[in-house]
C-alpha cells in the first residue's frame, strides 16, 4: 500500500536557522505530493505541492523537490521565523479511480526560539 | 472566495448519544472528504464522495459511522452510539477532480 514517513518531531530550532524535514514515500504508480501545514488552534493549510518528477513546490519561502530516484519530498527553509512554527504534514496523493485519498506521515512539530 | 466551512467548531457529547457534523465544501467542488486526526492515530482517511455518491468508503472505523452528501455540496458525517474513542477533530475536505485537496478549520469532537 501507500505510506508516507516523515522525520519525526519535535524540531526546535533558532531564528534564522536552515530547515529541513525529511519526507519519504512508498507509493504504486505516480503520486502528486504535497505539503500541509497546521498553525496553533488552525486547520490543515496547503503549503506547496509537486505532481511529477524533478518539480519543485515552493510557498513563503518553504521548498521541496520531488526526488523519484529517492522517493523523497523533504521540506527545506533557508531561514525560519517564529511566525513558521507549526505542525508540518508530508502527503501523497494517487488517483486510482473510487479508491482516491490523501495518504499522510505523522506530522512534525516545528518551533522556532527567537 | 469563501473556504470550506464546517460546524459545529466544537462539540461535547456523552457517551451514547447521536452527534451529527456538517460540511460545506468549496463551490463547484465534485469531491469531498472526511478525515479524523487524533493524537494516537494521527491525520486518517474516512470517506470520499465524488458527487452525492461514495465509491471509497474503507476509513470508517465501524458501522456507527456513516455519511451522506445531497446536492452534491453539503456533507453530514454522523456518528451513532458515541464513544470516548470519536473523540477526535474531523476535518472536511473538498477538490474539483483530482486536483488539490482543501480543508475546512475541523470540527473538535470530546465524548465524556
Known amino acids: 500500500g501507500n505510506s508516507v514517513t516523515q522525520m519525526e518531531g519535535p524540531v526546535t530550532l533558532s531564528e534564522e536557522a536552515f530547515l529541513t524535514i525529511n519526507c519519504t514515500y512508498t507509493a504504486t504508480g505516480y503520486p502528486s505530493l504535497f505539503w500541509y501545514v497546521q498553525y496553533p488552534g488552525e486547520g490543515l493549510q496547503l503549503l506547496l505541492k509537486?505532481?511529477?518528477?524533478?518539480d519543485k513546490g515552493s510557498n513563503k519561502g518553504f521548498e521541496a523537490t520531488y526526488r523519484k530516484e529517492t522517493t523523497s519530498f523533504h521540506l527545506e527553509k533557508g531561514s525560519v521565523q517564529v511566525s513558521d512554527s507549526a505542525v508540518y504534514f508530508c502527503?501523497?496523493?494517487?488517483?486510482?479511480?473510487?479508491?482516491?485519498?490523501?495518504?499522510f506521515g505523522t506530522g512534525t512539530r516545528l518551533t522556532i526560539i527567537p | 472566495g469563501a473556504g470550506v466551512s464546517q460546524s459545529p467548531s466544537n462539540k461535547v457529547t456523552e457517551k451514547g448519544k447521536d452527534v451529527e457534523l456538517r460540511c460545506d465544501p468549496i463551490s463547484g467542488h465534485t469531491a469531498l472528504y472526511w478525515y479524523r486526526q487524533s493524537l494516537g492515530q494521527g491525520l486518517e482517511f474516512l470517506i470520499y464522495f465524488q458527487g452525492n455518491s461514495a465509491p471509497d468508503k474503507s476509513g470508517l472505523p465501524s458501522d456507527r459511522f456513516s455519511a451522506e452528501r445531497t446536492g452534491g455540496s453539503v456533507s453530514t458525517l454522523t456518528i451513532q452510539r458515541t464513544q470516548q474513542e470519536d473523540s477526535a477533530v474531523y476535518l472536511c475536505a473538498s477538490s474539483s477532480l483530482l486536483d488539490t485537496q482543501y480543508f475546512g478549520p475541523g470540527t473538535r469532537l470530546t465524548v465524556l
Open positions: 509537486a505532481t511529477k518528477a524533478d
Open positions: 502527503a501523497l496523493f494517487i488517483s486510482n479511480f473510487g479508491n482516491e485519498k490523501l495518504t
